[in-house]
């Protein structure tokens, strides 16, 4: 017994061998580049180096979108899904935590049984009796290799990675919910603007027709002015179709219908306007910020960390475990001659021809997989992010142009509608410069429309904002 004491102990003193490696992101994976952590450009004047905000949509100072946004974090499917999935993932990580240590087991039985008598060495046939038995047994499993403890690390940076894709799945939600909105009131916009100009040619036609009927015009410019009627004409369903679109994807986004959308969201026609330059942060925040670059780095940690369970495989298992019981007749169960007891280290050890050397190898190019993987997220990160901030800069100086031509196209109609006042123009001049400047202001409000997305994408290519929840 002495001996058996002293064998548990040396085993469990002995247990501070961890199989496979210990994690740590590998010096030469991207993430550790300091020159791709300072890729993020800023020097756009539209950008500032300040932190991302997690409400980002709330710079926009709309309480309508807010209302939108809250709704659809409380009630989309596919968040649903992600928050399903964290369940199963920290259920998982139970189950990894609750493997070895203490275990026991409790065994309760009475049968009518017909023994055999060879069991006993015996030739005449055992008497039939009535057997019962009794017994609760007790173990504590060592691990000594650390596989336990591999697999828990397993599961637990498969719920950390199960956890960033749940951040990615809301970042994305909102960027959905958003440009869904932009969408609607950009149509409502750009419908209003296209039917003035569409009343402004229906007038030009009217007075190519008088002109024509009083001898001063001919058929041809008629035609004419009725072709660009019904080529404005054609435009207004468009408008109205990607109006319904922004409505029913925020309704589908919601998960209600739109008559139940928050009041006001069909009507809107004035885009969301974000009132300050759009903090960025720097790079090293970006890679840390952005959920699926948490998500890639905890999945190079499962990966890492299950080289160990299989190389747990080499080694035995060892355990040391008591029972006690009481097992024969009925009638005589829990007296002396029925009574058993044991204790003692119990040993096991599947000899490893059976492809465990295989499996490590198959962990091993795993691990290889999850960090080419994670390399090429941190660089896609970096390249979605330069190009979202280029495009941007891009669509800012496309507007500052239109809104100038928009400026000089008032001016001139403004100007011209004097000098038709005056007597100096006719009033097809005044009409064509009117119509003009309504022109102007349709190709302005798409290209507002146009910036509004493009910072929508900017911010999730940002990341969103959301903090790591492991506070990292």
Not at 112 to 123: I, N, T, V, W, Y
Not at 282 to 299: C, H, S, Y
Not at 371 to 383: P, S, T
Not at 437 to 444: A, E, I, N, P
Request: proline letters at 4%; hydrophobic letters at 40%; aromatic letters at 6%.
């Amino acid at each position: 017994m002495k001996r058996l004491l002293l064998i548990g102990l040396s085993l469990s003193l002995g247990a501070c061998q961890m199989v496979g490696p210990d994690y740590q992101v590998p010096e030469d994976a991207a993430v550790q580049r300091s020159d791709l952590n300072g890729a993020l450009r800023q020097d756009a004047d539209s950008v500032v180096s300040a932190p991302v905000p997690e409400d980002w949509w709330q710079l926009y100072q709309d309480p309508r979108l807010n209302q939108l946004v809250r709704q659809a974090l409380a009630s989309n499917s596919e968040l649903r899904v992600a928050a399903a999935n964290i369940a199963k993932a920290r259920a998982q990580l139970e189950v990894a935590e609750s493997q070895g240590g203490f275990g026991g087991s409790g065994k309760l039985a009475a049968q009518r049984l017909q023994e055999s008598g060879e069991a006993f060495l015996q030739p005449e046939k055992v008497p039939v009796a009535n057997i019962g038995e009794a017994i609760i047994s007790a173990s504590y499993q060592f691990d000594l290799w650390g596989t336990f403890k591999r697999g828990t690390e397993a599961a637990q940076a498969n719920a950390d990675a199960v956890q960033a894709a749940a951040d990615t799945a809301r970042i994305t939600l909102v960027a959905d919910v958003v440009k869904a909105y932009t969408q609607v009131c950009s149509a409502n916009e750009e419908l209003h603007i296209a039917r003035q100009s569409l009343d402004l040619q229906q007038q030009g036609v009217q007075l190519t027709q008088r002109l024509r009927d009083a001898g001063r015009g001919d058929e041809t410019q008629v035609t004419r002015s009725q072709t660009q009627l019904k080529s404005l004409s054609a435009e207004l369903p468009r408008f109205q179709a990607e109006r319904e679109t922004g409505l029913y994807t925020l309704a589908a986004l919601l998960a209600k219908p739109v008559e139940q959308l928050p009041a006001g969201t069909a009507d809107c026609a004035e885009l969301p306007h974000l009132a300050q330059l759009i903090p960025v942060g720097d790079g090293a925040a970006l890679l840390k910020r952005r959920p699926d670059v948490r998500q890639a780095e905890r999945q190079l940690a499962a990966a890492t960390a299950s080289i160990g369970v299989a190389t747990g495989a080499l080694y035995p298992n060892i355990s040391i475990g008591a029972q006690v019981g009481t097992i024969g007749i009925l009638d005589n169960l829990g007296e002396p001659s029925t009574n058993r007891w044991g204790f003692g280290p119990l040993v096991s050890w599947t000899i490893p021809t059976n492809g465990t050397r295989a499996r490590i190898r198959e962990a091993e190019a795993s691990t290889q997989a999850a960090l080419a993987h994670f390399d090429g997220v941190v660089l896609n990160a970096i390249r979605e992010t330069q190009t979202r901030l280029a495009q941007y800069s891009a669509l800012l100086d496309r507007r500052d142009a239109l809104a100038e031509a928009e400026r000089s196209a008032q001016q001139a109609a403004e100007q011209t509608h004097r000098y038709f006042q005056a007597g100096r123009e006719s009033f097809l001049a005044d009409l064509q410069a009117t119509r003009t400047y309504t022109d102007m202001r349709g190709q302005l409000a798409a290209a507002n429309s146009q910036v509004a997305m493009g910072q929508i994408s900017v911010f999730l290519a940002l990341g969103g904002g959301w903090k790591d929840p492991a506070g990292k």
